[in-house]
Structure formats: C-alpha cells, structure tokens
C-alpha cells in the first residue's frame, strides 16, 4: 500500500533513480560532442553581422543501425500513445459494509483508531526469525495478489475481488491490512483506469479495456507483506498495455530514465515505505529523480512500488479522502514489491 510523500521531515533513500546526464556525457567512452560553441569574431563577419556575435551549437553523436532503429521505434511509440483515448471517467459505485474477522486472527494496533498513523520512524531491520516471518507474510501476499488476477473480467465488481481476497487472507489465518487502517472500510485497494492508488472496492463492473491495480497487504504472525500489480481487463489498447509493461519493466531499471525514455512520468507525491512489523515506517523511497542519497543495513525490508502515468502526476482525491486519480483523466498503472536487504544485495520477497 503506497505512502503519501507529505512528511518533509522523513528520511529518504534514492534507489537508482537519480541519473546524471552530465556523467554519462563526460565518460570516457562518449562518443558525443555536446553544446559546442562556435564563435565567430566580429573581424570576419561584414556589414550589420559585424554588430552581432553569432554562435553556433552543434550537436554530433555517433549512432549505430541498432540505436537508430530502437530510435524510430519509441518516436512511432510515442506518436501512438499521443493519439491515446481516454476513457469515459471513473465514478464512484456503491461501498457495501466492511467484512467480518474471526476473533482468533490477530490483528494490528492500528485498529484502535480510525485515525490514520503517522508515518513511523522506526526502520525495519529483522533478526533470522524476523525474516522467516516476513518471508511468509509477503509469500502470502504474492499468492492473494495472484489470485486477485484470475479474479479480473468485465462485469465482475471491485467489491466481488475485495470479498474473495478477505475471505483468501482469513482463510490463512492472517489479517488484511488495509481493513480498518486510517478508517480505510475495505480489505484490498483497488484502482481501476486514472486512479492512481487507494481505490475503494464498490459495486462498479469492471469494463472491457479497463485497468486495474490490485493492492494487496496482509498482516500473518506480526509481520506485514504488501505488494500489488495492474492487470488488464478483456481487451486494452496497446498504448495503455505499453504503459504496463513499461511500469512493470522499471522496477529492475533506473526508474526515472527509463519511463522518460517511453515518454512517461513518474508519480512524485506516492513512494515506497519501510514494512515489518509496522505498515507504514522510515525510510520513505522516492522513485523520481532526487538528490536525498540513503543507505539500507542488511535485514531491513521495504518496498518500491512506483506508479507511472501517460500524462499528469497530478492529482485530485475525492471526497472519501481515499481515492486518489490524474487530474487529466489519463491511466495510471503501477507495481509494488517488498524487498529484503541480504548481504549480497537484495531479495524481491514478494515474487511468486
């Protein structure tokens, strides 16, 4: 479940997303000659010319036939996506009662208030027994989110999804965390189309070409694992599938370059969190260029789980304090994963 960056006292970790242009430039390897000033001194210049200091950018760069078609491609898939359109807005259905949780499944503190908690500054660092349980939080998690998928098809309800995937955690002996968080009335996030996160489940039927993102949090042992993934609906445009596959691409790239590279943005207000025993803690994570460098320790977790539009990152909530969409209507697709620290790098522990 995806935090709101409005905290400016929060710490914050760069992971990749901050690419120098100006390195990159400058390397030894560069075979660009870039803002290359030619100046011409008055002496040779005649007439009002000799009035005038021209100066003359020239741009040169050695491209190879592979880099030119890769080139042609993304300028004949950005013509496409340009051309992209919106679908009708989304509206809200009807919210039905909160489930039901059987008194022997453990449930978070959170529940005491339907306050919603303050970001905890508390990092998420996991001794061996730690790790076993987040290991089984987050498998459980990637086995619901996988299961909310099949789930996916025109006419099914988002409140038919958040009633099999309560019924899925609890059946697990877990709790579904969202339920009850900040008085959030469902157990799974679902955001169809331009919602860019914190969809309500309601009585709306899913439409063929719709998109879908399913955020799927559980709460097994007193360990949190959280993740989620946007699924299509029957049969969606291909400059809407491109959109996906590129926001599911990114998560193992630089993730600024490489939405701009596809002519996306990058959604600044929503970043990744640290999870365990707490929901929601230190350090956030910015998925857009930044310069707030950080560091992780070996056993802490966390997640990354940008979200990626075709137009605006700005946004309008509805009244429900909840619902979250572009101001311009255009989709927004998004992917999340824990990750754990390892002493060799990093481990996706939500990946089935």
């Given at each position: 479940?995806?935090?709101?960056a409005s905290l400016s006292h929060a710490s914050s970790l760069q992971l990749s997303t901050s690419f120098l242009h100006e390195q990159s430039l400058s390397s030894s390897g560069s075979n660009h000659l870039t803002a290359l000033p030619l100046v011409f001194s008055p002496s040779t210049l005649s007439g009002k010319q000799s009035c005038l200091q021209k100066k003359l950018i020239v741009h040169a760069k050695r491209v190879s036939g592979l880099e030119e078609a890769m080139r042609i491609r993304r300028e004949r898939e950005l013509q496409s996506t340009s051309k992209f359109k919106k679908?009708?807005?989304?509206?809200?259905?009807?919210?039905?009662?909160?489930?039901?949780?059987?008194?022997?499944?453990?449930?978070?503190?959170?529940?005491?208030?339907?306050?919603?908690?303050?970001?905890?500054?508390?990092?998420?660092?996991?001794?061996?027994?730690?790790?076993?349980?987040?290991?089984?939080?987050?498998?459980?998690?990637?086995?619901?989110?996988?299961?909310?998928?099949?789930?996916?098809?025109?006419?099914?309800?988002?409140?038919?999804?958040?009633?099999?995937?309560?019924?899925?955690?609890?059946?697990?002996?877990?709790?579904?965390?969202?339920?009850?968080?900040?008085?959030?009335?469902?157990?799974?996030?679902?955001?169809?189309?331009?919602?860019?996160?914190?969809?309500?489940?309601?009585?709306?039927?899913?439409?063929?070409?719709?998109?879908?993102?399913?955020?799927?949090?559980?709460?097994?042992?007193?360990?949190?694992?959280?993740?989620?993934?946007?699924?299509?609906?029957?049969?969606?445009?291909?400059?809407?599938?491109?959109?996906?596959?590129?926001?599911?691409?990114?998560?193992?790239?630089?993730?600024?370059?490489?939405?701009?590279?596809?002519?996306?943005?990058?959604?600044?207000?929503?970043?990744?969190?640290?999870?365990?025993?707490?929901?929601?803690?230190?350090?956030?994570?910015?998925?857009?260029?930044?310069?707030?460098?950080?560091?992780?320790?070996?056993?802490?977790?966390?997640?990354?789980?940008?979200?990626?539009?075709?137009?605006?990152?700005?946004?309008?909530?509805?009244?429900?304090?909840?619902?979250?969409?572009?101001?311009?209507?255009?989709?927004?697709?998004?992917?999340?994963?824990?990750?754990?620290?390892?002493?060799?790098?990093?481990?996706?522990?939500?990946?089935?």
């Amino acid at each position: 479940m995806v935090f709101a960056a409005s905290l400016s006292h929060a710490s914050s970790l760069q992971l990749s997303t901050s690419f120098l242009h100006e390195q990159s430039l400058s390397s030894s390897g560069s075979n660009h000659l870039t803002a290359l000033p030619l100046v011409f001194s008055p002496s040779t210049l005649s007439g009002k010319q000799s009035c005038l200091q021209k100066k003359l950018i020239v741009h040169a760069k050695r491209v190879s036939g592979l880099e030119e078609a890769m080139r042609i491609r993304r300028e004949r898939e950005l013509q496409s996506t340009s051309k992209f359109k919106k679908r009708p807005p989304l509206r809200r259905g009807k919210v039905s009662p909160r489930l039901p949780v059987p008194d022997h499944i453990p449930k978070p503190p959170y529940l005491s208030s339907k306050l919603l908690p303050e970001l905890s500054s508390e990092h998420q660092m996991h001794d061996a027994e730690g790790i076993n349980k987040m290991r089984a939080a987050c498998e459980l998690a990637a086995r619901v989110l996988n299961y909310a998928g099949t789930l996916v098809r025109p006419s099914v309800t988002t409140s038919e999804i958040d009633k099999a995937v309560h019924q899925m955690i609890i059946e697990a002996g877990a709790y579904p965390s969202p339920l009850g968080y900040g008085g959030f009335p469902k157990s799974v996030c679902t955001s169809v189309n331009e919602c860019m996160c914190h969809g309500i489940p309601d009585s709306r039927q899913l439409q063929d070409g719709d998109i879908i993102n399913i955020d799927v949090t559980v709460y097994l042992n007193g360990y949190h694992g959280d993740t989620s993934k946007t699924f299509l609906c029957g049969n969606v445009s291909d400059p809407v599938q491109r959109l996906i596959k590129v926001t599911e691409e990114k998560l193992e790239k630089k993730i600024s370059e490489h939405a701009e590279t596809y002519g996306y943005n990058v959604v600044e207000r929503f970043v990744g969190h640290g999870v365990g025993t707490v929901f929601h803690s230190e350090p956030i994570i910015l998925h857009h260029r930044n310069e707030k460098p950080g560091c992780m320790v070996e056993g802490q977790t966390f997640t990354i789980e940008p979200i990626l539009t075709m137009g605006s990152i700005e946004c309008v909530t509805w009244p429900d304090n909840w619902t979250t969409l572009t101001t311009d209507g255009g989709p927004a697709a998004q992917f999340e994963h824990t990750i754990l620290i390892t002493r060799t790098g990093a481990e996706i522990l939500t990946q089935c």
